[in-house]
RNA sequence: GGUCUCUUAGCUCAGCUGGAUAGAGCAACGGUUUUCUAAACCGUAGGUCGAAGGUUCGAGUCCUUCAGGGACUACCA
């Protein structure tokens, strides 16, 4: 990379200079701001003290040595402390020429660095996927992918939440009140079924404590003591006992939920390695708790049950064991982080979860290491901001969420009235189209909730819609489309003929190279800091220089044949780019649009 | 109460380990199509970066205090 070129180069110079020992590790250099002449800029005010002179000074005499040393430069300038650098337009050439065919550019070598394994998605089986969840699963997806690119081997897992009280309050409310509704008698998806009645059951509970309480009875007693509660809390006894009926039921209901999910999660793009299923992992962790005993790690109270110190770390005292020897959520997450290195040896673990769990996985990670765990520091919770709506939180019992489903075929909608309305699609096949409104609308959800910081929470408000225009996937897809079509209307051209020296670049024609050159970087950036959001942004300021440029510059009509390959290339690898890190975003580029 | 976190244009968001005059998109207003896809391009307007101190050559970025949001602080998962 010519960045590393550079910062040796400065290194030698200061050295040369100053006898400053920097190192060009130390050295830091960033893109020329676009008002200024030159392509890396370096700043000399730290340099100050060992050059003893001002900065214009300081930085003309390191230009000047530059211009020496340095074959790859073309010129620099100097302003106030800057020393703005310009590369030769042949090096931006030549990477051109040697990468607008590459099919993997700026992918790293796959399987060359260390495993990881990516959990995400991880629902509650009792009721469907809202927003949120849909956040959850594009992010681990596309986090998946850009650790894949950046060279890591990567697995990726669903721990799915099968049992516990909530599902036994979809299954009460529909054994009570159901009738045997199924997914075929009802036309409803199956998730969209254990939801209704997870919701059924609410409203029954919340009559009962009403009617509780009017009788004299204290809240705290009335969410007891309510019939619907205790019909739960006797299923989960049940279940745990392994009751048929209640097994059966609970299988039966699960499935229509997994087939329903199964269809959201096609429709997401996503994928899984591995599934776990809390019914299997639940009981984990035992004996975990039983070797934190024995070293000390862990205490016993008196009343039996089993806890840790986290206090000299700034956190709680922590209960790992109940008195009656059931495990709760933190002794089953340890026992399935031990589960999982079995599965997978990977050391380090991503966990997608969102940020309101930060406290859990902070203590898990806290206990893992004090257990010596070896793949304890490996332990990262990818912990991203919740979805808000303009009036709040979404909540599922309270009706306050967007359905995935809904949401994805009111994108694909939009997507289909908004191409009608352009009208460039006539001609084209029922079945093609479905394909393209599918693609265009998903497009503009996966980009508008990627493009945003995971670790900050974001706001959706369902009455104004995901735009198609601007910083959005749809542009971004577009400007693919339109590349395509000046691909496919210049084939047949002959590109052999190529000389860099009778090429001339304008400015956003160098813009536009140097924006290609930094691919391979954002990627690395964006697996370092695990945020699809950088890759983001980069595509869509590259998807902005293509366009000024397309609009700014004639291709298959300029005259001049070097030029014109130039500018083919140019297309060519924008294009790639384009789709390349839309494909690690987990989002699909059409040919025409 | 304690811990963590957030606050940048009317709205939604960028701003890399401190660097030049704080950037996009949407919304508003005006312009661009006999020419490779106008889901585009150009322009105008819009800001005391929540407030106040501090650190230094330099602070949206680091530190402190305060204000206002949010999350967590379950023998629920």
């Known amino acids: 990379m010519i960045q590393d070129i550079i910062k040796a180069q400065l290194a030698n110079a200061l050295q040369q200079l100053y006898k400053a020992d920097a190192g060009s590790q130390g050295i830091v250099i960033e893109e020329t701001s676009p008002d200024y002449e030159g392509d890396f800029t370096f700043v000399v005010f730290p340099y100050l003290k060992v050059s003893r002179k001002n900065p214009e000074q300081t930085a003309s005499e390191i230009g000047n040595y530059l211009k020496v040393t340095f074959t790859e430069l073309e010129s620099f300038n100097v302003i106030k402390g800057f020393l703005n650098l310009s590369v030769r337009t042949d090096y931006w050439l030549n990477f051109l020429f040697e990468n607008y065919q590459k099919e993997n550019f700026g992918k790293a070598e796959p399987n060359s660095k260390q495993a990881v394994l990516v959990e995400y998605s991880s629902p509650n089986t009792n009721k469907p996927l809202h927003l949120g969840h849909i956040r959850n699963n594009l992010l681990g997806f596309a986090v998946a992918q850009i650790l894949e690119a ?7 897992c669903n721990l799915v939440n099968d049992r516990g009280i909530h599902i036994c309050k979809s299954m009460v409310a529909w054994m009570q009140l159901g009738n045997g509704e199924t997914p075929e008698s009802s036309g409803l998806k199956g998730d969209h079924l254990a939801g209704k009645y997870y919701v059924e059951f609410d409203k029954q509970y919340k009559k009962e404590i009403e009617s509780l309480r009017l009788s004299g009875m204290s809240i705290e007693d009335a969410e007891k003591k309510a019939p619907s509660i205790i019909a739960a809390q006797d299923l989960l006894v049940k ?18 939920v997994y087939a329903g999910f199964d269809e959201t999660y096609k429709k997401l793009g996503v994928r899984f390695d591995k599934f776990y299923y809390e019914s299997n992992t639940y009981l984990l962790g035992k004996e975990i708790v039983q070797e934190g005993l024995i070293n000390g790690v862990f205490f016993k109270k008196d009343d039996g049950s089993v806890w840790i110190d986290l206090t000299e770390d700034g956190l709680d005292q922590k209960l790992v064991l109940r008195a009656d020897g059931t495990s709760v959520y933190i002794t089953q997450d340890l026992g399935t982080a031990e589960l999982k290195y079995k599965d997978f040896g990977c050391e380090r673990s991503i966990y997608v979860v969102g940020n309101e769990q930060d406290y859990h996985f902070k203590v898990l990670k806290l206990i893992a290491s004090k257990l010596g765990k070896k793949y304890a520091p490996g332990i990262y919770h990818l912990s991203y901001g919740m979805v808000e709506l303009p009036h709040g939180k979404m909540k599922s019992r309270e009706g306050t969420v967007v359905d995935a489903d809904d949401l994805i075929a009111e994108m694909e909608h939009t997507a289909a009235e908004t191409t009608k309305a352009l009208g460039k699609m006539e001609g084209e096949s029922e079945a093609d189209l479905a394909i393209l409104y599918h693609t265009i609308g998903m497009g503009a959800l996966k980009y508008f909730l990627l493009k945003v910081d995971p670790k900050k929470k974001m706001m959706f408000n369902p009455e104004e819609s995901i735009d198609f225009q601007g910083n959005t996937g749809p542009f971004i897809q577009y400007t693919h489309a339109r ?23 304008s400015k956003v024609e160098k813009e536009l190279l140097v924006k290609m050159y930094q691919y391979p970087l954002v990627i690395a950036e964006a697996a370092k800091d695990l945020s699809p959001g950088v890759l ?10 293509y366009s000024l440029f397309y609009h700014d510059h004639p291709i298959i009509k300029e005259p001049n044949p070097d030029q014109k390959t130039m500018r083919l290339f140019s297309c060519e690898l924008t294009a790639r780019i384009i ?4 494909g690690l975003l987990g989002i699909q580029v059409p040919e025409k649009m």
């Open 150 to 156: 950046n060279g890591n081997i990567v697995k990726t």
């Open 239 to 256: 279940w745990e006992a392994h009751d048929p009926e209640t097994i059966r039921v609970w299988k039966t209901m699960n499935d229509w």
């Open 483 to 505: 590349i395509r079509s000046v691909l496919r209307n210049a084939a047949g051209f002959n590109k052999n003929s190529f000389d860099p020296k009778a090429v001339v670049l």
């Open 536 to 545: 983001c942004n980069y595509v869509f300021e590259l998807a902005k220089i």
């Open 579 to 582: 789709k390349s890190a839309f």
